[in-house]
Structures are given as structure tokens and as C-alpha cells.
């Protein structure tokens, strides 16, 4: 005799326990904090993508400096990154990205103002400030993964992370972009239309302290 196997109930991947990706788009405040990391992203490759023309072109700098400032900035995150990591531990996550937020709009502006040196002061003057915006780097990168992993239930951690990770590939499309329109505009252009919304970006951290886990 045949004998029928009883159909197994279908998951509502709707419901918040089996919520796909419209669990996570619901999620206001997680949102925000990929808003945010739209900016915290564009910065570092803002730096990648526009500081070799902007150093050659507009401050003249050789392409030896350009190449130094490079290696200069990835021996910091070799030697420092780990260190970055431990002195910021017990420091709330949303504050240290605030203070990352804060010290890029340092950057730019400094990056802004560098046409107006002498040119016998200007490697070292972009030494300091590539130091400066390295620094931000290495405090926001591994804390806006943290912050994510740490808002996201268990069972959507994965998509959560998904969407945090998109946030980078947006902000790698969108860099070369913003670059080639501003500094058509002027060379300073893309250094003072970043330190805006990374100021706004300090500023909404703040906010979104409350709103996130007691871990942030």
C-alpha cells in the first residue's frame, strides 16, 4: 500500500524569524548606520583615488612622494592596527566612529588647504596629513563591522553583514565619480564636499547611540 507523506508546512519568510533581506531593510536604525558607512568608506578611497592626481597635478609633488605617502600609510596600518584596535576596546563604538568622523573632516580640510603652503613644507605637511586620515581608517574600519555583526539576531547575522558589505561597494562605485566631478570643478572641491557629510556622518553616530545594542 502507498502511503502518504504528510506535506510539510512551508516557512513564512516574511516573519521576523525567517525574515530575508525585507527583516533587515525594515530595520530603520540599521539603515542609518549603512548610510553612514557610505561616508565612512567613501573617505579611505577618495584618498586611494584622488590624491595621486591631486599631489602631482595641483600641488606638484613628484610621483616618488606619492608612491612614499602610500607605503607610508600601509606600514602605519601594519604597525598599528592592532594597537588602534585594543586602545579603542572599552571606548562605545558609536563615539569612536564619531571621532574617526571627526578627524577625516580634520583631513580634508587640511588636504583643502595644502595649495596655500610654501612648497619646501608641503611632504612633510602631506605625510602628516595622510597620517591623520590613516588613523581614522584604522579606528572605523573594524568598528563599523562590529557595529553591524552586533545589531543583527542571530539567525540574519549573514544578511546583515551582506548589506554592511554592499555599503563598501557603493561607496567604490560611487568614489571615482564624485572625484572626477568635483575636481573638475576645482582641485580643493572634493576634500570640502567630503568633510560635510562626514561631519553630519560624527554628528548622526551621536545619535544613533541609543537606538543600536548596548553594545555600541
Known sequence: YWQKTPRKPRPHFDTAEF????????????LVLIACNVVFALCPF?????????????????????????????????????????????????????????????GCALFAMAPLLPHVLLTP??????????LAGLIAGPITTALAVARSPAHLQGRY???????????????????????????????????????VTGLLMVRLESHLSAQA
Open 125 to 134: 605637511y602631506l605625510f602628516g596629513t595622510v597620517a591623520l586620515y590613516t
Open 19 to 30: 525574515g530575508g533581506y525585507r527583516a533587515v531593510l525594515a530595520d530603520r536604525s540599521f
Open 46 to 106: 577618495l584618498l586611494s583615488i584622488g590624491l595621486p592626481l591631486y599631489a602631482t597635478e595641483t600641488l606638484k609633488t613628484s610621483t616618488v612622494v606619492v608612491g612614499a605617502l602610500f607605503a607610508f600609510s600601509s606600514l602605519l596600518t601594519i604597525c598599528l592596527q592592532t594597537l588602534v584596535v585594543r586602545l579603542f576596546e572599552f571606548c562605545r563604538r558609536t563615539r569612536a566612529l564619531a571621532a574617526a568622523s571627526l578627524l577625516w573632516v580634520v
Open 161 to 199: 553583514v551582506a548589506v554592511h558589505q554592499f555599503s563598501w561597494g557603493l561607496a567604490a562605485a560611487i568614489a571615482p565619480i564624485m572625484f572626477t566631478f568635483l575636481f573638475a570643478l576645482g582641485p580643493a572641491w572634493p576634500w570640502v564636499a567630503l568633510s560635510g557629510p562626514a561631519l
